[in-house]
C-alpha cells in the first residue's frame, strides 16, 4: 500500500495508517463486528465494586465488554488500558508474556481511541482498583485520528461544537448535559400526558410560514411546483387541531427561523407547544409553575436554581407585572410616555436602542423592552398583557382592548415560555391579519402573513382556549447552568470551516 502523506495529514495519521494496513496483512479486519459483549462498565462496578480480592479470586465468572481505549500505559510486562463504554470506565490488564506471539503482535498495533472487545476475569490490583485481567481481545475498528491530549487537546470553543464527538469523548461533563436534555424532555411528555395532553405532528414545509412574527427559510417542492417555508411555530396547525376537538395537544419539535446566531439564539431550535381548550392564559401560569417545579425536583435543584453564579428562588407562586409597568421600572420611562411613539423614539435614541425608523408603537415598545428591561428580570416572573400589535393571535384584554391577555416567562434575563388566551374571534383575527399586511408591504418581514385556511377553520368555532410555548434550547440551559444555548444543541449552526483540522 503507498502510504504517501496526503495532503495536510499529520505523521501520527501517517503511522496509524501503517498499522491499519499491518492488521489486514496479519489477516485482521480492523473494522469488525463479530464481538458481543456480555456485560457493561457501570453495571460490573455496581456488583463487584466492593468485593475484595479473596472473594474475586473465587469468582468462576467470565466477563466480555466492549468499548474505547481512553488510555494505555505500558509496564513492559504488563500493559494498562482505560475501557470506556456508554456507561463509564473499567481498568483492564494485558499480561504481555500470556499472550501468544500472534497476539502479541497484535496488541502492539493497539492505540488510544480504538474500540476494543475484550474478554477475562476481575481482579484487584495492589493499588485496590478492580480490573478485568484479559484473557482475549479484539479489534473492532481501528481510530486513524488521535484523540485531542486530555489536558491540552479540545479547547477552542468552536472547535468543541464543530467537533462535538470528540467533545463528548473528553469532557464527561458535556455527556451530561445531553443526557440531562433527554430526561428533561422525556419528563415534560410524563407530566402533559398525566394531564390528559395528546402528543401530535404538525408539518415541518408549510404553504404559509405562519404562527409566529419571523423570517423563514425558503425551500423548493420540485413535483408541486411550490416554495415552502420551513415552520416558524406550529401554533396554527395545533390550533385547526383544537377547533376538531382534540382539546388538549404539545408538540416538541423544531422550528426555524432566519435571523442572527447568538448565545440565546440559533435558526434551528427545539420547542414544546401546547394548547388547553377552555382554559385562559392564567390557567397557564399556574401549570406553568407547576412544570418548572417538576422539572426542577426531578433534577434535585428545588427550590434555589443557581445559574451562572446567580441563585434564583423558584418557590410558587411567581411574581406577576405588566409589560408597561416594566418599562416604567426598569427603563425610566414616564407613565404618560408609554403611549408615545415620539417620545419614545427619543428614548431608544438616548439609550442606544437601535430602530430602523418605520416601526409601530408597538414595536418601538418591544424593542426598549428587550434592550432594557429583559437583562434585569432574575425572575422568575410572569410579564403580562402586552400590546395588541405585537400579539396578533392572542385575545384582546376585556378592560383594556389595546392589551392582550398574554404573558412571557423570563428567568436568568431571558424569555423562557409564552403564552396567551387564544384569539377565537375570526373577524377580529382577519383584521389583525390585515393589519400584519400592511406592515409587509411597509417592509416588515416577520409580519404575520394572512391565512385563509386558518380563518376558515375559527369559523367553524373554536373554543375558549390558551397555548403556550417553551424554548426546550433555553430551558435546558437554565437546568443545567449552561452559558450558550450552543452548549445544549449537539450539533449547533456554524459558518463552514476552511480547512479540516486535527
Known amino acids: 500500500m503507498d502510504f504517501t502523506r496526503r495532503e495536510g495529514e499529520p505523521t501520527v495519521v501517517l503511522e496509524r495508517r501503517r498499522k491499519l494496513e499491518q492488521l489486514r496483512q496479519l489477516g485482521v479486519d480492523p473494522f469488525s463486528e463479530d464481538f458481543s459483549p456480555t456485560h457493561e462498565a457501570s453495571s460490573v462496578l455496581e456488583t463487584y465494586g466492593e468485593w475484595d480480592s479473596q472473594?474475586?479470586?473465587?469468582?468462576?465468572?467470565?466477563?466480555?465488554?466492549?468499548?474505547?481505549?481512553?488510555?494505555?500505559?505500558?509496564?513492559?510486562?504488563?500493559?494498562?488500558?482505560?475501557?470506556?463504554?456508554?456507561?463509564?470506565?473499567?481498568?483492564?490488564?494485558?499480561?504481555?508474556?500470556s499472550l501468544t506471539d500472534r497476539e502479541a503482535s497484535l496488541f502492539r498495533l493497539v492505540d488510544i481511541g480504538d474500540h476494543l472487545g475484550v474478554r477475562g476475569r476481575l481482579f484487584r490490583t495492589r493499588t485496590g482498583e478492580l480490573t478485568l485481567r484479559v484473557d482475549e481481545f479484539k479489534i473492532l475498528s481501528k481510530a486513524l485520528r488521535p484523540l485531542p491530549e486530555k489536558w491540552h487537546g479540545l479547547r477552542d470553543v468552536e472547535a468543541r461544537y464543530?467537533?462535538?464527538?470528540?467533545?463528548?469523548?473528553?469532557?464527561?461533563?458535556?455527556?451530561?448535559?445531553?443526557?440531562?436534555?433527554?430526561?428533561?424532555?422525556?419528563?415534560?411528555?410524563?407530566?402533559?400526558?398525566?394531564?390528559?395532553?395528546?402528543?401530535?405532528?404538525?408539518?415541518?414545509?408549510?404553504?404559509?410560514?405562519g404562527g409566529a412574527e419571523a423570517r423563514p427559510f425558503v425551500t423548493h417542492h420540485n413535483a408541486l411546483g411550490l416554495d415552502l417555508f420551513l415552520r416558524v411555530a406550529p401554533e396554527l396547525y395545533l390550533k385547526r387541531l383544537v377547533v376538531g376537538g382534540m382539546e388538549r395537544v404539545y408538540e416538541i419539535n423544531r422550528n426555524f427561523r432566519n435571523e442572527g446566531i447568538s448565545t440565546q439564539?440559533?435558526?434551528?431550535?427545539?420547542m414544546l407547544e401546547f394548547y388547553q381548550a377552555y382554559a385562559t392564559f392564567e390557567d397557564l401560569m399556574v401549570l406553568t409553575e407547576e412544570l418548572l417545579e417538576f422539572l426542577l425536583r426531578r433534577l434535585g435543584?428545588?427550590?434555589?436554581?443557581?445559574?451562572?453564579?446567580?441563585?434564583?428562588?423558584?418557590?410558587?407562586?411567581?411574581?406577576?407585572?405588566?409589560?408597561?409597568?416594566?418599562l416604567v421600572e426598569f427603563a425610566q420611562i414616564k407613565p404618560?410616555?408609554?403611549?408615545?411613539?415620539?417620545?419614545?423614539?427619543?428614548?431608544?435614541?438616548?439609550?442606544?436602542?437601535?430602530?430602523?425608523?418605520?416601526e409601530t408603537l408597538g414595536k418601538v415598545l418591544a424593542k426598549l423592552f428587550d434592550a432594557l428591561v429583559e437583562p434585569q428580570l432574575l425572575g422568575p416572573i410572569f410579564i403580562t398583557h402586552h400590546p395588541v400589535e405585537i400579539s396578533p393571535l392572542a385575545r384582546r384584554n376585556k378592560a383594556e382592548p389595546e392589551f392582550v391577555d398574554r404573558f412571557e416567562l423570563y428567568i436568568a434575563g431571558r424569555e423562557v415560555?409564552?403564552?396567551?388566551?387564544?384569539?377565537?374571534?375570526?373577524?377580529?383575527?382577519?383584521?389583525?391579519?390585515?393589519?400584519?399586511?400592511?406592515?409587509?408591504?411597509?417592509?416588515?418581514?416577520?409580519?404575520?402573513?394572512?391565512?385563509?385556511d386558518f380563518l376558515r377553520a375559527l369559523e367553524h368555532g373554536m373554543p375558549p382556549t390558551a397555548g403556550e410555548g417553551i424554548g426546550i434550547d433555553r430551558l435546558v440551559m437554565l437546568l443545567t447552568d449552561s452559558p450558550s444555548i450552543r452548549d445544549v444543541i449537539l450539533f449547533p449552526q456554524l459558518r463552514p470551516e476552511t480547512k479540516v483540522s486535527l
Open 301 to 326: 435543584k428545588w427550590p434555589t436554581l443557581k445559574y451562572q453564579g446567580k441563585e434564583i428562588e423558584m418557590q410558587r407562586p411567581w411574581k406577576r407585572m405588566r409589560f408597561t409597568e416594566c
Open 162 to 209: 464543530r467537533q462535538r464527538y470528540l467533545d463528548l469523548l473528553m469532557n464527561p461533563g458535556v455527556k451530561e448535559t445531553f443526557r440531562t436534555r433527554a430526561r428533561v424532555i422525556k419528563w415534560i411528555r410524563e407530566f402533559l400526558d398525566a394531564r390528559g395532553f395528546e402528543e401530535v405532528e404538525t408539518p415541518m414545509m408549510q404553504a404559509l410560514p
Open 336 to 358: 404618560e410616555d408609554v403611549a408615545n411613539l415620539e417620545e419614545l423614539k427619543e428614548v431608544a435614541n438616548r439609550k442606544g436602542v437601535p430602530l430602523e425608523g418605520r
Open 265 to 270: 439564539h440559533n435558526p434551528e431550535f427545539t
Open 417 to 452: 415560555a409564552n403564552a396567551f388566551s387564544e384569539l377565537t374571534d375570526p373577524d377580529d383575527q382577519r383584521e389583525r391579519f390585515e393589519q400584519q399586511q400592511m406592515l409587509r408591504k411597509r417592509g416588515d418581514q416577520e409580519a404575520h402573513p394572512l391565512d385563509e
Open 55 to 97: 472473594r474475586l479470586e473465587g469468582l468462576q465468572e467470565a466477563f466480555a465488554l466492549a468499548g474505547r481505549i481512553m488510555g494505555k500505559r505500558d509496564f513492559g510486562k504488563v500493559s494498562f488500558i482505560d475501557l470506556v463504554d456508554r456507561t463509564g470506565r473499567l481498568q483492564c490488564l494485558v499480561h504481555i508474556p
